[in-house]
Structures are given as C-alpha cells and as structure tokens.
C-alpha cells in the first residue's frame, strides 16, 4: 500500500544473492550443490533482518553483498546488505545474517561439512560476531491464533516448505491480530512498517490437510513500536519462532509515527495478557 518491497520480498532477495554466490562466484564446483542439489544443499536454520529504508518502486536493480561470517562443523553463517549506490551516496535498506546446515534430504537428516567444501567456502569468510536476541515464552491467546493451511505450491520437490514461506506465514497470521487489536480506532493515515524480523526453524513443515498452529502475541509496546513474537506447532511440536518489531509510519513524512493512545492502550493491554 505504500509502494514499498514487501518485507517478505527481501527474504527472496537473500535466497537469490546466496545461490548466486555459491554457484556463480564460488572458486570452483565444490561449493555449487550446497546451493541446493538434487539429493542434499543448505537449508536455512534462521533468519534475521534489518529494514533500514524502504525500497521504493523503481525500475533500477538493486545491489546484494553477501559472505561469510563463520563456518563451523555443520552450519554456514552468512551475511548480507541489500543497498543502492546509484546516486551520491550508498544507502542500505537492510542488514541480514542467515545460518544455514547441510541437509541429506532422502534421509532427512542435517550433516556436517566436508573439508573440501569448507575449503571452497573459506575465499567468503569475513568473521564477525552474531548478535543474541532475547524471546518471551509462548502465550496461547484466542485472539493470537491463526489456522495455517500450507498450500501445494509452497513445497519443493522434497516435500518441504520453502524458508521464504515462513515470512508469508507469520505475516499472514500478524495481519489479522492487529486488525482485531485496531478495530474501531482511526488509523489518521498511520500505518506499520516492518523494521526487524528474526526467524528460527526447528523443524521443516510439510503439505498436509490438517491446518498448523501460529500462536502469536506482543512482547513489547514502545512508544512507537510494536513486537509480536509467534510460533508455529501443532500440539506440543514446535516447528518455527519468529519476532518482529513493527514501527509505526506515516506515508506521508516516510518517517515514524506515533498511534493513537488509544491503540497504544489496546496493545499494551492484550501484551499483558498471560496464556
């Protein structure tokens, strides 16, 4: 609505600049199945993205560095900045690292890295430091609950749901909590943007006809700003976290808003709720 990229978007970029990286840029063709091969590749562990400033419409390409910032025996840690030079000065619209394990997907089962692949992997390795992010225990609130239908086209060939989806997913669960949460209450042209998105996965999602579990609740109300956190499980089974921080904005100045008070009121009352 604000001829923003969507935030999922982003999350497509990053899996194009990472195949690319590895099977484009890589010294040789060691590196070309971990990008995703017929019977093993990467598969993503967790995501966590910085929106810094909003890609608008634009017929321009955007830019994507990538590398690597740690390698350990069984996982592949990578960092990206999506930014657009064109003009006077570099602007980044956002900062991300994914950590990602090699995955044998007959035996649906992560492994470790060979040496070989370390090696072809090592020419990207700039080290630096993964910050930690603190979460809040899940709460099963009624209003936090959304019925997740995974659709045939979310899967690829092996049955699993592809990691972009996860972002679809919780969005499609964080849009009607907030509709409930809102209702009634004049938005004044204020709406949300996207500012920080973190997500984890514990356990790959398959098609099936029974619906999953997305739980989610708000862990923190700033002035501002809002964070909800989410899972999605299916009974006692968890098989994704996520967290979000949402800023309040106005498209009219691009920057920060503040909500009414009366919103305000409504989150802070539903964040204080236990489940």
């Known amino acids: 609505m604000l001829n923003h990229v969507n935030n999922v978007t982003y999350v497509d970029y990053l899996q194009e600049a990472r195949v690319d990286m590895l099977r484009t840029h890589a010294p040789d063709t060691r590196a070309h199945d971990l990008a995703g091969g017929p019977t093993e590749g990467l598969v993503v562990v967790k995501h966590d993205i910085t929106y810094l400033a909003p890609i608008p419409r634009r017929t321009e390409p955007i830019k994507i560095e990538c590398w690597i910032t740690e390698l350990r025996a069984a996982s592949v840690t990578m960092a990206y900045e999506i930014f657009d030079d064109a003009g006077d000065e570099r602007v980044v ?35 630096a430091p993964a910050p930690a992010t603190p979460r809040t225990a899940p709460r099963h609130l009624a209003q936090g609950h959304y019925a997740l239908q995974v659709r045939f086209s979310d899967v690829d060939v092996f049955g699993h749901v592809n990691n972009v989806k996860y972002f679809e997913y919780y969005q499609e669960a964080r849009i009607p909590l907030m509709g409930h949460l809102s209702e009634g209450i004049p938005a004044n042209g204020i709406g949300v943007v996207v500012a920080h998105k973190q997500v984890d996965y514990l356990k790959p999602i398959f098609f099936r006809a029974r619906a999953y579990d997305v739980w989610s609740w708000i862990s923190h109300v700033g002035s501002r700003s809002v964070t909800i956190e989410s899972q999605i499980s299916d009974g006692d089974t968890i098989f994704s976290r996520a967290k979000v921080v949402m800023v309040f904005f106005d498209p009219r100045t691009q920057r920060s808003a503040a909500p009414s008070d009366l919103l305000l009121e409504r989150l802070r009352e539903f964040a204080s709720r236990e489940g």
Do not use: G, Q
Not at 105 to 122: C, G
């Open 93 to 127: 619209h956002a900062r991300a690292s994914t950590v990602l394990t090699p995955f044998v997907f007959a035996d649906e089962r992560p492994r470790r890295l060979t040496a070989d692949e370390k090696d072809a992997l090592r020419v990207f390795l700039e080290e």
